[in-house]
């Protein structure tokens, strides 16, 4: 089968055009159709690529127009070209600056292939040759080339020229960037890993951040390959867009791409360890993780993926549940965080999940199979009516960790499920059969790979809407899980009693848009706010009589104790309201993980030592 060639330049980068030129030198003699995809893999939402493309049109190989005509939102159909060349010449908008779709302007490019790349129909199998093109002018003379495509013969590394990909969803599954940055190189277990930052920074600690992910990428290799040591790739690529207020990651086969705020990254001369660069090494670690839960191993219904229209799986809670919990403990295996910071981390996500009554409606199977409608296309009501299958998954995954190691003890764990998953499904995935997990396999390959039967907690857990049982799990470990309840100026008290809960402040029980003004973001079922008639939407004004921004409510409401009845008015679009609202107790903020030495002894501390450092 023939190559398809595609040629790409930033031709007008101030109008944010991309000009993508595809030639076919064997078209279908009945007529060529041309598609783009609907949607990008890891990001569950049909996001119609095509509405970008600006202007196309198609040439036989002697330059003359042929008919070419749009059949649905993401499909062409040309005419038939007798005994030639048929190329489509064709314009992509791009101004998205997110991990999604396709951004240029003068100071940086980047897109992912979904967004660009028309895939001639029948030719999913064949080869593709990409020609990335430098734009024109001396503006552009020192702008280079990232990404994980293998170079074409000719083209040096970071340089503009050739690339190859073996079929269409290898070439789509590599993202680009283009323009200046930064780059460290490092090599983990013996491949070599690119680390890009584009976009404006200061005293940006390169070799520290090269070396912390180093540490996180060999952590992650030696879990699936405890013996062999070696990476599903020949050569991984790190590329992170640096940006005001932004935060997000892709997972790719062969690379991550990522936005962070350019806070977060590490600063020359100052080790200390910032939550900014916590978490960005968090999101480092989680898409690193799916270069094999997702790219390699996958549900039976991404293998292949049909990028027309949803593909439909109610495993996400393992593929990226598992996935976030994965992330920040090989965090503190690798050593680039503290026992005491993980142990932070996991409170924040039980905070997270027990936070919204969506928990208690919406199991994490049902979540995953309805993220194309519900979690990607959350709402003010989100917290009331559904449960993230990141962060309950992650909960899900520690709570069969904790239990398959209490039963075997520690002789089996949530690692060796991994690793069976990698060995059955993953690890031959490009270049042997290309299998999936079945959606009702799961239980009978944790059994296998341990020899537990988790029976009613995997049922429960998956299928149920009952909070999972973590501090029973955690007791044997020597740690307790303890909430804290919200006590004025945003601090917080530990405790279970009533003691605790009566010096907190009172709370609304609702979700506060913060801004000059003060809004409502989501309001809670049962809370004092909904109780009186307010919703997601309404504009606080007044508080007794006080003046309400979206700054000052909650020093306002510390005033009272809870239980008090508080006159509030509001805007609802432009009506005045006014609601008697009875203040409900302080909340819980989150919690807290404590490893009670006292407790258990040398043996908890025994069992932690085998969790958290493998």
């Given at each position: ?220 290799i030696a879990l699936f390959e405890p013996r062999s040591k070696k990476a599903p790739v020949e050569r991984y690529v790190f590329m992170t867009q640096a940006v005001s207020d932004g935060y997000g990651g892709l997972e790719h086969r062969a690379s991550t791409a990522l936005i962070c705020n350019r806070t977060d990254l590490p600063v020359l001369g100052r080790p200390e360890m910032t939550e900014g660069y916590r978490t960005y090494l968090g999101l480092c670690s ?329």
């Amino acid at each position: 089968m023939k190559p398809i060639r595609y040629a790409i330049v930033p031709k007008h980068p101030a109008a944010h055009l991309f000009e993508v030129t595809l030639t076919l030198a064997d078209p279908d003699p009945a007529g060529q159709r041309f598609t783009l995809p609907t949607w990008i893999p890891g990001s569950y939402l049909v996001r119609e690529f095509a509405r970008n493309i600006v202007t196309l049109g198609a040439f036989n190989e002697a330059g003359r127009k042929v008919r070419i005509e749009k059949t649905d939102k993401q499909t062409w159909q040309a005419a038939p070209v007798k005994g030639g060349v048929l190329t489509l010449r064709y314009e992509v908008y791009a101004w998205d600056l997110s991990v999604r779709t396709a951004h240029l302007d003068d100071t940086t490019g980047f897109f992912n292939g979904t967004s660009v790349f028309l895939l001639p129909a029948g030719r999913e199998e064949a080869p593709c040759i990409v020609d990335i093109q430098k734009p024109a002018g001396a503006a552009f003379a020192d702008w280079r080339v990232a990404t994980a495509l293998p170079e074409a013969r000719g083209t040096k590394r970071y340089g503009f020229g050739e690339y190859r990909a073996d079929n269409y969803d290898e070439l789509v599954d590599h993202p680009v960037t283009l323009g200046r940055f930064a780059l460290a190189t490092f090599k983990a277990h013996g491949v070599p890993h690119d680390v890009v930052i584009a976009g404006r920074t200061v005293s940006l600690d390169m070799d520290r951040l090269a070396a912390d992910l180093k540490r996180i990428c060999e952590a992650q290799i030696a879990l699936f390959e405890p013996r062999s040591k070696k990476a599903p790739v020949e050569r991984y690529v790190f590329m992170t867009q640096a940006v005001s207020d932004g935060y997000g990651g892709l997972e790719h086969r062969a690379s991550t791409a990522l936005i962070c705020n350019r806070t977060d990254l590490p600063v020359l001369g100052r080790p200390e360890m910032t939550e900014g660069y916590r978490t960005y090494l968090g999101l480092c670690s989680h898409e690193y993780f799916h270069t094999w839960n997702v790219k390699r191993i996958k549900p039976a219904a991404f293998a292949p993926y049909d990028l027309s229209r949803e593909n439909y799986t109610s495993l996400l809670w393992l593929f990226e549940g598992f996935t976030s919990y994965y992330d920040d403990l090989m965090l503190v295996r690798s050593g680039a965080i503290t026992e005491a910071e993980y142990y932070t981390l996991v409170g924040k996500t039980v905070a997270g999940v027990l936070r919204g009554s969506g928990r208690l409606k919406q199991s994490v199977a049902e979540s995953s199979f309805d993220a194309w409608i519900k979690y990607y296309r959350q709402d003010e009501n989100a917290p009331n009516a559904i449960v993230s299958y990141y962060q309950k998954g992650s909960l899900v995954a520690l709570a069969f960790d904790l239990a398959i190691r209490a039963r075997t003890d520690h002789r089996k764990s949530l690692d060796d499920v991994m690793r069976l998953l990698w060995q059955r499904y993953g690890r031959q995935f490009y270049t042997g059969k290309m299998a999936g997990v079945g959606e009702d396999e799961v239980a009978a390959l944790i059994a296998e790979a341990t020899g537990v039967e988790l029976g009613s907690l995997f049922d429960e857990a998956v299928h149920g809407t009952r909070d999972l049982p973590l501090e029973a799990l955690l007791e044997p470990f020597g740690v307790t899980l303890e909430p804290q309840w919200g006590n004025g100026n945003g601090n917080a008290r530990s405790g279970q009693g009533a003691d605790e809960k009566r010096g907190g402040k009172p709370s609304l029980g609702a979700r506060v848009r913060g801004g000059a003004e003060c809004v409502l973001a989501a309001v809670h079922d049962g809370s004092a706010a909904q109780k009186a008639g307010l919703s997601a939407g309404d504009v606080l004004i007044a508080v007794d009589g006080l003046r309400v921004t979206g700054s000052n409510l909650d020093t306002l409401l510390g005033r009272y104790l809870p239980g008090a009845i508080v006159e509030i008015h509001a805007f609802r679009r432009d009506e005045l309201r006014t609601a008697r609202v009875k203040l409900d107790g302080p909340e819980v903020t989150r919690y807290k993980l404590v490893a009670a030495e006292d407790k258990r002894g040398a043996p908890a501390r025994r069992a932690r030592e085998r969790w958290l450092h493998g």
